[in-house]
């Protein structure tokens, strides 16, 4: 069965900054890897989506992360962070005909001090 | 196009009463998905669809009962509401299998007294 950790259940950054959300998963099949945020009151909504096509991803915002296999990681990452960047941010795991489905992490809370 | 609704946004239950949180989408996805948000635990899979008139158990089902009415919709019933049952609940749907990217309506906050 999949699992996913998010290590820090709330991370603080001052605006501009370098923003690292950390994601590692277990699976014994190759993964798909996801990386979805939810904004106060509202829904998930995709950040962005490890397929296999390649390592490194690129998502929305100016967000990226990098599949790395030898570290079962899947790190979040953004060079400056913006204050509109604050909300909590879930990874998640699926595998192909897995009756677990998508997995999700517990999420991390990212707050931006201006 | 809306996407995905899902009705109402707000309940207050005692227990023991029933209800039923409704879920629509107009992306003409097979899959649809009913979680629940807990602090802390991020989003668990109560029930799953992966097609019209087809529902499968997934991690917390204790206490649910889903209809796949048509490719449209699917609801979640409470037939009598527990405490532990008060939670943030949110419908998703996907074009195909659960590899494929999940679209999230707003969510349902329910509280049971």
């Known amino acids: 069965a999949q699992s996913v950790t998010q290590l820090g259940s709330h991370v603080s950054v001052s605006e501009g900054a370098l923003v690292l959300l950390r994601c590692n998963y277990s699976?014994?099949?190759?993964?798909?890897l996801f990386w979805y945020v939810q904004y106060p009151n509202q829904g998930l909504q995709l950040l962005l989506k490890?397929?296999?096509?390649?390592?490194l991803v690129k998502g929305i915002n100016g967000f990226e992360a990098e599949f790395k296999k030898s570290e079962t990681s899947f790190h979040l990452t953004k060079p400056s962070a913006h204050m509109s960047d604050a909300a909590e941010y879930f990874c998640?795991?699926?595998?192909?005909?897995?009756?677990?489905?998508?997995?999700f992490g517990p999420g991390t809370s990212l707050s931006v001090i201006p | 196009n809306a996407g995905v609704t899902q009705t109402p946004k707000f309940q207050v239950l005692k227990t023991g009463q029933s209800m039923t949180l409704q879920c629509a989408q107009d992306?003409?996805?097979?899959?649809m998905y009913w979680y629940r948000q807990d602090p802390g635990m991020g989003l668990r899979l109560i029930y799953y669809?992966?097609?019209?008139?087809?529902?499968d158990k997934g991690e917390v089902p204790n206490g649910y009962n889903v209809s796949r009415l048509n490719k449209r919709e699917f609801s979640l019933r409470l037939e009598s509401a527990a405490p532990s049952q008060t939670s943030v609940y949110f419908c998703?749907?996907?074009?195909?299998?659960?590899?494929?990217?999940?679209?999230f309506g707003p969510g349902t906050r329910l509280t049971v007294l």
């Open positions: 998640a795991v699926s595998v192909a005909a897995s009756y677990d489905k998508v997995i």
């Open positions: 998703a749907t996907s074009l195909g299998q659960h590899t494929d990217t999940q679209y």
């Open positions: 992306m003409n996805h097979n899959s």
């Open positions: 699976s014994s099949v190759p993964p798909y």
């Open positions: 490890y397929t296999s096509a390649a390592t």
């Open positions: 669809s992966a097609s019209e008139g087809t529902t």
